[in-house]
């Protein structure tokens, strides 16, 4: 993006100096950038002039670059990559542009994917801007040109309608968080990459469309996305070099799968010196030679060679390979890892096997923000682990004391605890809640069921319970636990619930604090199957039940609040309000109110009632007024139903007439109409 930017200013303004900096290509510069001395600007204007090819070698270029910077005339500066580099380098790249910006520049450009957008915000003050996304006419019209210019075919009504149906089975299939982490137009990419064969068997030979859009609906994600272009990859590949092992004798000594292993090995190596930054964890992860310097230069020139006609590969200025995309590191260095966590000891590689390895990978790798794409592309790999048979035996048994669990998995699960309880600092659990990495999630509390006891599972979860007392402004839930739960795991929170068994009252209050400040914002909506709905009345069922038995604890809470709260179960008018919408939830009524009634006051569900119902008329009609008289009436709660808002009961004729009869039989005249004539 910043590439097509940078000749658009140069035609434009070529009286500009424009400096376009690959951060990724500076990390050891980045890394020795002072960021402490008295004069930051002095310190960043040197940064540049030292970077910057073709101006370190000229005595005038440095000359003029440092007068330009001094006075800010027509220096544009362009910073690609934020998140391209670890967090040190970000760092230093955010005090960089700090220092830099105490000069007069015409303009500062940084990009980043979006998961880093907030912490460049909250560094600089300046809210970024947000390159739209392909929408689906877009994502349509890239596939239809790619296939008809790569197919020379003419059939554009028919190309474009598969490219149609293979975008609307997209949209369904890849979420909106993963879509934008690998950015719409590479997956389209890599879509028509993967799909041209298939869409040429359809044009030329008749095949089936059905058939391939039913191969997307059961096993499209990010990771099979991935896979297909990778397998894509090697075929072409193997094919390329069986042409040439016809004709070229030097590379017949070497057969071709032993040719793509070696390959493979030097791509994954170089996935994991991208993306992880520091020697110690590299060596870690990938251990150290005991080849010569000779021998492993060889090696690795055969390799380098082979892997840039694989085309995942490209030269960076300093004639160094890079990945085209980052992406493709990820998924390579994820690919790697899960190889430790695979349960069939013929599949799985020795990772686990040691601890410094472990701690690397439950400390670092599965938390920190900069290998968060890793992290995406581990969870969705887990999804086959979770769903698998022997998965599910492991969690069947694991409550069976003779049950022996792999000792890498329970040294694994220990090591992550003991590092958390050492330095209080984030933790896997937690980071896969934050990330919605349900597979992992899953796999992680698995773990931890059969290796520590409960109050432990709880210990790893305090930290998502924060903030919860911090202001009255609630927002949307997107990122809490109940969010999580709902969206993701909605069995999860009963497993949850599992583990506190009542005897710490710090979790109790905690999970009470939460469920009270989070509940009402949850997107509660129609649910897609029958199964859902079963799994959403289950979900708010529980939920309700805790807040019951924990009454007490959920009032000690609620009378801490400043007194214009406390009568109002804050928020709680749109869980009542979703509740009326959808008819399957109207079970839950009675516990609803229950609980409103036990931990407040009666005005406080008249108020909810009253505020649900001025901001939602129109979902009030009869049957659901008189389902919410009734729940009163088979508690015996009268004298609550008659201080409802009059307003609502007359829609209701049933509540209504109930109410009449309170009102005559109480003898409260005032309330009733003088007239005869009014009494209709």
Known sequence: MLSNYYRKMRN???????????????????????????????????????????????????????????????????????????????????????????????????????????????????????????????????LSGYWKK??????????????????????????????SFIGIPLQCHIVADCFESQVDDIIQNGCNLDALLKDLDSNLNLDTLYKRLFKKKREIYRQEKAKVQQVDNHILHNSLEDHMECLEIYLRDLAVKTIVSDQTHIDCLLGKSNESAATIEQQHKKREEGSVCFGLLTLNRKA?????????????????????????EDLRNKLLDEKPTRELIGSEILVGLQYQGVQLFIDFMLQEMVNHE???????????????????????????????????????????????????????????????????????????????????????????????????????????????????????????KAIYVHAPYLSIQD??????????????????????????????????????????FYGWHLVLTSFLRYVYYNSLLEPLVRLVLQTTSDSALVLIVDV????????????????????LIEMERTDVLVQLPREMLVLAPEAFKFVYKFYQQCDRKKWLPEKESDKT
């Not at 100096?17 to 001395?37: C, E, N, T, Y």
């Not at 003419?154 to 190309?159: G, I, L, Q, T």
């Not at 309608?161 to 997209?170: E, G, K, M, Q, Y």
């Not at 980052?326 to 998924?331: D, F, I, K, S, V």
Request: include cysteine; hydrophobic fraction near 40%; charged fraction near 25%.
């Open 320 to 344: 160094e390979f890079q990945f085209l995309h980052r992406t493709y590191a990820e998924y390579l260095m994820a690919n790697y890892l899960y190889g430790g966590f695979r349960l069939d």
């Open 612 to 631: 649900a119902f001025q901001n939602h008329k129109d979902g009030f009609e009869q049957a659901k007024v008189e389902k919410l008289s009734s729940v």
């Open 150 to 179: 790569q197919l020379k075919v003419n059939a554009d009504a028919e190309v474009r309608s598969i490219a149609t149906s293979i975008v609307d089975r997209l949209s369904k299939s890849l979420k909106g968080n993963e879509r």
């Open 390 to 512: 022997k998965w599910h035996v492991i969690r069947g048994v694991g409550t069976d004391p003779n049950f022996n669990f792999l000792s890498r998995f329970t040294d694994f699960t220990n090591e992550l605890y003991s590092v958390y309880i050492q330095k209080r600092s984030a933790n896997a659990l937690m980071v896969a809640v934050e990330r919605y990495h349900a597979n992992i999630y899953e796999f992680l509390c698995t773990f931890a069921e059969l290796t520590l006891e409960k109050y432990q599972i709880l210990e790893l979860f305090k930290p998502l319970f924060r903030n919860l007392d911090s202001g009255m402004q609630f927002k949307s839930a997107n990122g809490n636990l109940l969010a999580f739960f709902w969206e993701r795991k909605l069995d999860g929170f009963q497993r949850l619930l599992g583990w506190h068994d009542g005897k710490h009252a710090d979790y109790t209050s905690l999970i009470a």
């Open 527 to 568: 649910p897609q199957s029958e199964n859902d709905l079963k799994k959403q009345k289950e979900f708010f069922s529980q939920l309700l039940e805790f807040m019951l038995q924990n009454r007490s604890t959920v009032e000690e809470y609620i009378t801490r609040w400043p007194k214009q709260y406390r009568s109002l």
């Open 12 to 142: 434009e303004k070529p009286d500009n100096w424009i400096i376009k900096m690959d951060l990724v290509d500076h990390i050891g510069a980045l890394r020795q950038f002072d960021s402490d001395v008295v004069h930051q600007q002095v310190e960043a204007i040197k940064f540049f002039i030292a970077n910057i090819p073709n101006v370190r070698e000229s005595p005038f270029a440095k000359s003029l670059l440092r007068h330009k910077l001094q006075t800010g005339d027509g220096i544009v500066v362009m910073l690609d990559g934020f998140d391209e580099v670890d967090i040190q380098c970000q760092e230093k790249c955010i005090s960089l542009i700090k220092a830099i910006r105490l000069t007069n520049l015409n303009a500062l450009y940084i990009t980043t994917r979006p998961h880093l957008n907030g912490k460049l915000q909250d560094s600089l003050f300046q809210l970024a801007y947000t390159l739209r996304d392909f929408n689906q006419e877009d994502q349509i019209n890239y």
